[in-house]
């Protein structure tokens, strides 16, 4: 596990939208893994900088969604299919048919059936990623279990309320979601993991911090991936005593 400091949240968003960049630049066709959140605004905000410079190409990527709310039309401001075509899709020329996301108001079993196909068939050479309060990815709860496919997951009255602050009452956001497995996203090829803000301390203490990988926490699973890199400003990672075995660069 490699770990950056930076200055900023925007110098790291940066950095991000630049190793994916990468991945592009050597693979034209690549498959990106991609996520929703706040934490991932500013690292579309770069890739569609670099597209509209020529400094990057994502018109021929294939895309893969970590998870999507069930009962969210595509067309609610608050699914994560409306937020993927306001921040990235709709700037980057790729193909409607490149894009993979659960849809939330199909049937989940049919859902999971399709997304798995596409995961089965294809191998992701990136995912970006970031991480909710309580140490999940995508909505891998914390749990018994590292689920390995896609399934449905109830959401925690935890993660309900912290992502009640884009809806507007914490009635309307939903109770159950679909999501990629943690086996899904450590199959990933190169993972591109960005943290900010203190809210996230308890989860990335538990990721970079010397100690065994829990489904109760989900995201320590990244400790056993060969090439995932965590992208942190200063402000967290001053309060984080990495493991011996992350490799620490500063900015
Ligand atoms: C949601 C998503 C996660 C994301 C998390 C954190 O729960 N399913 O993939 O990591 O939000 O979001 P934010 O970046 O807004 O803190």
Known sequence: MKLIVTHS??????????????????????VMGLATGTTPVSVYKYMVKAQ??????????????????????PENVNSYMYFMREHLFNHIGI??????????????????????????????????????????????????????????????????????????????VPREA????????????????????SEKLYAMKAILEEG???PQIPGTILKFHRDCTIIIDEMLARQITPASGVEVVHC
């Open 212 to 214: 065994n990988v829990t």
């Open 95 to 172: 193909l409607p048919e490149n894009i993979y996301i659960p849809n939330g108001i199909m049937n989940p079993d049919t859902e999971i059936v399709r997304m798995n196909r596409f995961l089965d068939e294809n191998s992701l050479d990136v995912q970006l990623l970031s991480v909710g309060t309580n140490g999940h990815i995508g909505f891998n709860e914390p749990g018994e279990v590292f689920y390995d496919k896609y399934h449905v997951v109830e959401l925690t009255e935890e993660t309900r309320r912290s992502n009640s602050r884009l809806f507007s009452s914490l009635d309307e």
């Open 178 to 197: 679909i999501t990629m497995g943690a086996g899904g996203i450590m199959r990933a090829q190169k993972i591109v993991f960005l943290a900010t803000g």
């Open 9 to 30: 949240y925007e110098e790291s968003a940066a950095l991000s939208a630049q190793m994916i960049s990468q991945v592009f630049l050597e693979k034209p066709e690549a």
């Open 52 to 73: 509209k410079e020529g400094k990057a190409d994502f018109s021929r990527a294939q895309s893969i969604n970590l998870d999507e709310y069930i009962g969210l039309d």
